[in-house]
Protein backbone atom coordinates (compact mmCIF):
# COMPACT_ATOMS: atom_id res chain seq x y z
CA UNK A 1 0.00 0.00 0.00
CA UNK A 2 0.97 3.90 -0.13
CA UNK A 3 3.11 4.72 2.18
CA UNK A 4 4.07 8.57 3.71
CA UNK A 5 6.24 8.95 5.56
CA UNK A 6 7.89 12.11 7.84
CA UNK A 7 10.62 13.21 9.81
CA UNK A 8 11.25 14.23 12.36
CA UNK A 9 8.91 11.64 14.21
CA UNK A 10 9.51 14.27 17.73
CA UNK A 11 11.19 17.74 17.92
CA UNK A 12 12.27 20.10 20.84
CA UNK A 13 13.51 23.39 19.70
CA UNK A 14 14.13 26.78 21.74
CA UNK A 15 11.59 29.43 20.64
CA UNK A 16 13.16 31.68 17.70
CA UNK A 17 14.61 29.19 15.91
CA UNK A 18 13.24 27.21 12.62
CA UNK A 19 12.66 23.66 12.13
CA UNK A 20 12.31 21.48 9.38
CA UNK A 21 9.73 18.47 8.95
CA UNK A 22 9.96 16.23 5.44
CA UNK A 23 7.14 14.61 4.17
CA UNK A 24 7.88 11.83 1.81
CA UNK A 25 5.46 9.55 -0.81
CA UNK A 26 7.79 6.19 -0.16
CA UNK A 27 6.05 4.46 -2.95
CA UNK A 28 4.00 6.33 -5.74
CA UNK A 29 4.74 9.66 -7.03
CA UNK A 30 2.37 12.84 -5.30
CA UNK A 31 1.29 15.38 -7.23
CA UNK A 32 -0.59 17.16 -4.38
CA UNK A 33 0.58 17.05 -0.87
CA UNK A 34 -1.04 18.96 2.20
CA UNK A 35 -0.12 19.68 5.47
CA UNK A 36 -2.49 19.76 8.41
CA UNK A 37 -2.12 21.19 11.88
CA UNK A 38 -3.84 19.34 15.06
CA UNK A 39 -4.78 20.19 18.49
CA UNK A 40 -5.08 17.61 21.34
CA UNK A 41 -8.18 16.06 21.23
CA UNK A 42 -9.49 18.02 17.84
CA UNK A 43 -9.82 17.59 13.97
CA UNK A 44 -7.15 18.18 11.58
CA UNK A 45 -6.67 21.71 10.35
CA UNK A 46 -5.46 21.85 6.95
CA UNK A 47 -2.86 24.28 6.80
CA UNK A 48 -1.86 24.64 3.32
CA UNK A 49 -1.69 22.44 -0.24
CA UNK A 50 0.84 22.20 -2.02
CA UNK A 51 2.19 20.80 -5.76
CA UNK A 52 4.88 19.89 -7.36
CA UNK A 53 6.82 22.89 -8.43
CA UNK A 54 4.27 25.45 -8.00
CA UNK A 55 3.76 27.43 -4.81
CA UNK A 56 1.29 26.39 -1.84
CA UNK A 57 -1.61 27.49 -1.24
CA UNK A 58 -2.42 28.91 2.15
CA UNK A 59 -5.73 28.11 4.33
CA UNK A 60 -6.97 31.41 5.63
CA UNK A 61 -5.40 32.50 8.67
CA UNK A 62 -2.15 30.19 7.92
CA UNK A 63 0.90 32.83 7.91
CA UNK A 64 2.81 31.59 4.96
CA UNK A 65 6.06 33.26 6.21
CA UNK A 66 5.95 31.86 9.13
CA UNK A 67 4.95 28.03 7.81
CA UNK A 68 6.91 27.70 4.57
CA UNK A 69 6.33 25.05 2.29
CA UNK A 70 8.13 23.43 -0.64
CA UNK A 71 7.44 20.92 -2.65
CA UNK A 72 10.53 20.38 -5.13
CA UNK A 73 9.73 16.68 -6.23
CA UNK A 74 6.92 14.36 -6.53
CA UNK A 75 8.02 12.39 -3.54
CA UNK A 76 9.15 15.20 -1.05
CA UNK A 77 7.21 18.03 0.39
CA UNK A 78 9.04 20.18 3.77
CA UNK A 79 7.23 22.26 6.12
CA UNK A 80 9.60 25.04 7.79
CA UNK A 81 8.24 26.66 11.05
CA UNK A 82 10.07 29.72 10.90
CA UNK A 83 10.83 31.93 14.36
CA UNK A 84 9.02 29.09 16.49
CA UNK A 85 7.35 30.06 19.71
CA UNK A 86 5.57 27.90 22.57
CA UNK A 87 1.61 28.26 20.78
CA UNK A 88 3.36 26.51 17.42
CA UNK A 89 3.33 23.59 19.66
CA UNK A 90 1.31 21.12 18.15
CA UNK A 91 1.18 17.82 16.27
CA UNK A 92 1.73 18.28 12.38
CA UNK A 93 0.68 15.93 9.67
CA UNK A 94 1.17 15.53 6.25
CA UNK A 95 -0.78 13.91 3.32
CA UNK A 96 -0.13 12.98 0.20
CA UNK A 97 -2.46 12.61 -2.68
CA UNK A 98 -1.54 9.83 -5.34
CA UNK A 99 -2.78 9.60 -9.11
CA UNK A 100 -6.06 7.62 -8.17
CA UNK A 101 -7.18 10.32 -6.22
CA UNK A 102 -6.55 8.17 -2.58
CA UNK A 103 -5.23 10.07 0.13
CA UNK A 104 -2.44 8.60 2.63
CA UNK A 105 -1.47 10.37 5.80
CA UNK A 106 2.03 10.48 7.53
CA UNK A 107 2.84 9.36 11.08
CA UNK A 108 2.88 13.01 12.03
CA UNK A 109 5.52 14.77 13.66
CA UNK A 110 5.16 15.98 17.61
CA UNK A 111 6.93 19.80 17.73
CA UNK A 112 7.93 21.28 21.25
CA UNK A 113 8.31 24.66 21.49
CA UNK A 114 9.93 26.04 24.46
CA UNK B 1 -20.16 24.41 1.21
CA UNK B 2 -19.16 20.78 2.01
CA UNK B 3 -19.27 19.84 5.59
CA UNK B 4 -19.17 16.32 7.71
CA UNK B 5 -20.56 15.87 10.69
CA UNK B 6 -20.29 13.33 12.82
CA UNK B 7 -22.79 13.90 16.31
CA UNK B 8 -20.99 11.38 18.60
CA UNK B 9 -17.62 12.75 20.08
CA UNK B 10 -17.21 9.54 21.86
CA UNK B 11 -18.91 5.64 21.37
CA UNK B 12 -18.23 2.80 23.97
CA UNK B 13 -19.31 -1.15 22.99
CA UNK B 14 -18.22 -4.43 24.32
CA UNK B 15 -15.78 -6.28 22.65
CA UNK B 16 -17.42 -8.73 20.49
CA UNK B 17 -20.56 -6.60 19.78
CA UNK B 18 -21.33 -5.01 16.49
CA UNK B 19 -20.15 -0.88 16.30
CA UNK B 20 -21.27 1.99 14.31
CA UNK B 21 -19.74 5.27 14.38
CA UNK B 22 -21.96 8.13 12.86
CA UNK B 23 -21.24 10.16 10.05
CA UNK B 24 -23.60 12.52 7.64
CA UNK B 25 -22.40 14.99 4.92
CA UNK B 26 -23.29 18.29 2.87
CA UNK B 27 -21.94 18.26 -0.46
CA UNK B 28 -23.41 20.14 -3.65
CA UNK B 29 -23.19 16.95 -5.81
CA UNK B 30 -21.83 13.26 -5.75
CA UNK B 31 -19.98 12.73 -2.83
CA UNK B 32 -16.35 11.09 -2.12
CA UNK B 33 -16.55 9.76 1.10
CA UNK B 34 -13.21 8.41 3.30
CA UNK B 35 -13.41 7.33 7.18
CA UNK B 36 -9.81 7.44 8.65
CA UNK B 37 -8.17 5.77 11.95
CA UNK B 38 -5.94 7.42 14.54
CA UNK B 39 -3.94 6.04 16.51
CA UNK B 40 -2.53 7.75 19.68
CA UNK B 41 0.51 9.67 18.20
CA UNK B 42 0.41 8.42 14.94
CA UNK B 43 -1.15 10.00 11.36
CA UNK B 44 -4.24 9.06 9.92
CA UNK B 45 -4.90 5.46 8.79
CA UNK B 46 -7.01 4.94 5.54
CA UNK B 47 -9.64 2.61 6.11
CA UNK B 48 -11.88 3.02 3.26
CA UNK B 49 -13.62 5.22 0.87
CA UNK B 50 -16.57 5.73 -0.97
CA UNK B 51 -16.55 6.89 -4.66
CA UNK B 52 -18.89 5.34 -6.88
CA UNK B 53 -20.74 1.95 -7.22
CA UNK B 54 -21.54 -0.33 -4.58
CA UNK B 55 -23.31 1.52 -1.52
CA UNK B 56 -21.77 -0.94 0.78
CA UNK B 57 -18.05 -0.32 0.69
CA UNK B 58 -15.94 -2.67 2.61
CA UNK B 59 -12.46 -1.90 3.86
CA UNK B 60 -9.40 -2.50 6.16
CA UNK B 61 -9.41 -4.76 9.73
CA UNK B 62 -13.13 -6.02 8.79
CA UNK B 63 -15.05 -2.66 8.67
CA UNK B 64 -17.32 -1.42 6.36
CA UNK B 65 -19.40 1.59 5.96
CA UNK B 66 -22.55 2.31 4.34
CA UNK B 67 -23.53 5.15 1.77
CA UNK B 68 -26.92 6.53 1.79
CA UNK B 69 -27.61 9.00 -0.36
CA UNK B 70 -31.60 9.95 1.45
CA UNK B 71 -30.06 10.46 4.39
CA UNK B 72 -26.87 11.81 3.18
CA UNK B 73 -24.54 9.06 5.40
CA UNK B 74 -21.99 6.69 5.48
CA UNK B 75 -21.98 4.86 9.03
CA UNK B 76 -19.24 3.21 9.58
CA UNK B 77 -19.58 -0.31 11.03
CA UNK B 78 -18.32 -3.56 12.19
CA UNK B 79 -20.35 -6.79 12.82
CA UNK B 80 -18.00 -7.55 16.02
CA UNK B 81 -15.76 -5.31 18.03
CA UNK B 82 -11.85 -5.72 19.03
CA UNK B 83 -10.48 -4.07 22.16
CA UNK B 84 -7.32 -3.13 19.29
CA UNK B 85 -10.37 -1.22 17.59
CA UNK B 86 -10.03 1.43 20.37
CA UNK B 87 -9.02 4.84 18.45
CA UNK B 88 -10.21 8.10 16.84
CA UNK B 89 -11.77 7.71 13.35
CA UNK B 90 -12.77 10.35 11.26
CA UNK B 91 -15.63 10.84 8.36
CA UNK B 92 -13.99 12.96 5.64
CA UNK B 93 -15.73 14.00 2.37
CA UNK B 94 -13.54 15.60 -1.04
CA UNK B 95 -15.30 18.72 -3.07
CA UNK B 96 -16.44 16.32 -5.77
CA UNK B 97 -16.71 19.86 -8.15
CA UNK B 98 -13.24 19.53 -8.42
CA UNK B 99 -12.95 15.72 -9.17
CA UNK B 100 -10.89 12.74 -7.70
CA UNK B 101 -7.54 14.50 -8.43
CA UNK B 102 -8.46 17.67 -6.99
CA UNK B 103 -10.20 19.14 -3.97
CA UNK B 104 -9.82 19.06 0.07
CA UNK B 105 -10.78 16.83 2.31
CA UNK B 106 -12.95 18.33 4.90
CA UNK B 107 -13.08 16.25 7.91
CA UNK B 108 -15.06 15.65 10.71
CA UNK B 109 -14.54 16.43 14.33
CA UNK B 110 -13.62 12.62 15.29
CA UNK B 111 -15.58 9.77 17.00
CA UNK B 112 -13.33 8.63 20.31
CA UNK B 113 -14.43 4.59 19.98
CA UNK B 114 -13.57 2.80 23.27
CA UNK B 115 -14.28 -0.96 23.20
CA UNK B 116 -14.19 -2.76 26.48
CA UNK B 117 -12.51 -6.32 27.05
Known amino acids: GAVVSQHPSWVICKSGTSVKIECRSLDFQATTMFWYRQFPKQSLMLMATSNEGSKATYEQGVEKDKFLINHASLTLSTLTVTSAHPEDSSFYIC??????????FGPGTRLTVL | AQSVAQPEDQVNVAEGNPLTVKCTYS??????LFWYVQYPNRGLQFLLK??????LVKGSYGFEAEFNKSQTSFHLKKPSALVSDSALYFCAVRDPDRGSTLGRLYFGRGTQLTVWP
Open chain 2, 27 to 32: VSGNPY
Open chain 2, 50 to 55: YITGDN
Open chain 1, 95 to 104: SARDPGGGQF
